[in-house]
Structure formats: structure tokens, C-alpha cells
């Protein structure tokens, strides 16, 4: 299906999000679409998949000028869109969650409906199993349920929002190889990205946002300080590799042993020191999450001694460990982080501490103003979180942190954001460790793992490597550690 985009604008308050687009995209092609945080390509996916309304502009489908006023006039026109966090319903099965908002609901069949998704499934290789709960699969999994519902509805045009953040290299692989395959049959492609290599390796075509307007378009063979150009109108370079690590220890483990229902970590035995960056790499679901969540006191090791200034907080409850110091930046920003309909300025009042009586509005005004601009977030302290783009809501996460910590710990901390965005967050996080604040992180980026860490840990089906030097190792080391060989 062929699509053309005429004069789209899109207001959001004084913010033109969307600035006089146009575009075209050729059915059976997979289309780039690339740009900063707050360019506005989420906004012109939302407007072509009828989650958000044009405020002037026009789409043809096929040539036929179409009206889409919500996402179940999109779906009826062969739009869906796979969002940055997956549409769907963590407590009920994966297919009740295909169900669900389809005309007959649960008096579907659903014999053959669990028949079809798993024909959909073994089509393109995933292993989805209509019966498991969706809140038990992984970012990725959850990711491959979306595409195979939308394609189950019968979409002809699929659009991806940042759908490479927070899933391993297999999954991504797997990934575009699945949407090599749609674009053969004839379906259109549109990959939303802020990742240079992705839109690279995949895409036919890249058109490239800058503030709102598409800044260029291009065509392979791709150059990247094109797209950099582009997208910024400037050069960016990362920064020498630099570290603040000091030989006092901040936290100590001692044969700590962790569980859930599905994997269990035993004997990790670990000296984190001041100042020091420490990057847990592995595949998704190897034990990074519980590790990082026992450190934050949210999971309870079932043996060993956490020793936190030489005190054992094994055992303690949550308040306890935020009270040393400690804070965590979850990678589900709007289920874990966040709090949809409450406002920047609620949020910078609710993770202070207060021991007035009354809050004072002008300083908690001031308060949201000077992180807004300190962490150079796209809103104002009156924007509730669920109206910022995913980088901005990351970005607003970050700047939540309390302004004295010991540890702080992230799952995913460039997830979303741009080159330039990601750069300058590590900059902000390294002047944390030069105040001697320790830093462990996740990230399915191993080039972000060597680059900033200090030293790194591998998970691996239950087993934690000894930390490597992350100046001495490389990602091919790393990524057959991740794989399972050389244990």
C-alpha cells in the first residue's frame, strides 16, 4: 500500500511538533524514518495510526484521500503501529490479549485462533505460546506478540517505533529478518529510529527529521556524517574514555544468592568501589534485572550479606536502601518510573524529601524549571509525562534522582535517546562518579558497555562471570560470553 503525507502539521501548545510534512512511501519498501529526541516522528506515526489527530494536512492511502480518526479506523485501512512500549495486557494470557477489542471478543474461537497464531509464530521463527501470560515473556517477546497480532488483523502497513530499545542482538536479528520477509509480500515498512546502524542495515529509504520538519531523505549506499549532518546540523564525537574510579569500597556481596520463578543466580561475590561504573551485559532475561533489582532492595537475595558501609542489608526493605543512598531507574518508564496524569512538577515534589508541613508551589515550580532545563527536557513543569516523547520521559526519569547518592542504579540508560542525547547523559552521569557515586547499568548495547564502564559482569543461564576490565576486552569477547562460550 502506497502512502503519501501532504502538508501534516501538528501543534502541542507553543510546541510545532509537526512542521508542514510531506512524504511519500512506496508500498513494499521498508522506509527509514530518523531523527533526534523531540523531532516529531512519533507524532507524524500517531497522526498516520490515528492515536493523535493532524491539526492540518492530508493522507492517501493508494492514491485515495482517507480520514483516520482513531487507531480502529487505521486497523479497518491496514494501519498498525508497534509502539515504543508494547500495547498490551501483562496480567492475561497472549491469547486473550489477541482477543481482546476484536468484533465477537471472547466468543471467538479459540481453538482455531491459538491454531493461527501459532501457524503466524513458526512462520517467522518466534516461539510464542498462546496460553503463557504475557507479563512472563521479555521486552522482545512481548514486541514479537504486537507484530504477529497486527499482522493477525490483517494490516498492510506496519510502523515500528524505536523497536530495537531494550531487545538483545539475536531478537533484533530476528527481527529484521521478519520485516525483510513482510516487505517481499508486499507490505509497507515504516522503521521509526534514532540508531544510525539500524536505519543503516535495514532500511531502502531514510527520511531524516530535524525541529519538527524533514531535513533530507536518503537512499543507499548510506554516509553516516550524512545523517549526522542532518540530524543535528552539526558534528558530534563521544568523548575519551575516562574514569573516577577510587580504591575505597562503596558495597560489598557476599555469596549472595538470588531467584524468581524462572532462573536462579548463587555465589556472587562482588567489591563495588566509589566512583566506579559497573556494566551487566547478557542476554535479556539472564539474571541482569534481578541482580540490579536486589541491589535497589526491591528483590531479596534468599542467602549471602549486601554490606553497604559495612552494614548487612540483606534482608532490608526498599525504604531502607533508598535511605542509603541508592536510587533506580527502571527501563519500563510509564509502568515502573513514572505516573501517567500527574504533572513534571507532582513528580519532582514526590521524589523529594519534605519535612514542611506544607509544600512551597513557587519552589517546587523553580525546583521543575531548573531540571527542565538542566537535563534539557521538551516540555514545561505543567506537561504530564504521558504527553512527552519516550526520550524526554527517559530524560525526566533521570532528572528525578536525588542530587546526593551513593549508588544509582539503570536499567537501559540511553534507551530511546539520541547520539547526541546519549552522550550528554553519560557526561551528567560522570560528573555522579567524580562526587564519588557509583554507577551499575544495563544495556543491550555492548559498544555502550565497553565505552563507559569501568568493569563488566556477563549473565549467562544462571552463572555470573568474574568482573572483566572492560579496557581489556572487546565485543566479540563479550558477545560469545553472552552466547555461552568460553565459561
Sequence with gaps: MNIELRNIHKWFGKVHANDDISLKITSGTIQGILGENGAGKSTLMKILSGFIHADSGEILLDGNLVKIKSPDDAIRLGIGMLHQDPLDFPPMRVIDNFLLGQHGGLFL??????KQIQELSQKFGFQINPDAYVETLTVGERQQLEILRLLWMGVRILILDEPTTGISANQKEKLFATLVTLA??????????????????????????????VAGELTPPYNTDEFIQLMFDKEIKIGAKTTACRPEPLLRLENIGIEDYRLRLRNINLTLY??????????????????????????????????????????????????????????????????????????????EEHNELLISQKEALNLTQSRINDFRIKGVPYSKVEQLSGGNQQRALLALMREKLNLILMEHPTRGLDIESSIWIWKKMKERCADCTSIVFISADLEEIIQYSDRILVFFGGMVSEPIDANTTSVDELGQLIGGIGW
Design 274 to 351: 566509589r566512583g566506579e561504573i559497573l556494566g551487566l551485559a547478557g542476554m535479556e532475561g539472564s539474571g541482569q534485572k534481578l541482580f540490579l533489582q536486589m541491589l535497589a532492595g526491591i528483590k531479596r537475595p534468599v542467602c549471602g550479606k549486601i554490606m553497604i558501609n559495612d552494614v548487612n542489608y540483606a534482608g532490608k526493605r526498599y525504604e531502607n536502601f533508598l535511605k542509603a543512598g541508592i536510587s533506580y531507574i527502571p527501563a519500563s518508564r510509564m509502568e515502573e518510573g513514572l505516573i501517567p496524569g500527574l504533572t513534571l512538577t507532582e513528580h519532582f515534589i514526590l521524589s
Design 184 to 213: 517481499k509480500q508486499d507490505l509497507t515498512v515504516i522503521f521509526v529510529s534514532h540508531k544510525l546502524e539500524d536505519v543503516q542495515g535495514l532500511c531502502d529509504r531514510v527520511a531524516v527529521f530535524r525541529q519538527g520538519k
Design 109 to 114: 474461537n479459540r481453538t482455531q485462533v491459538e
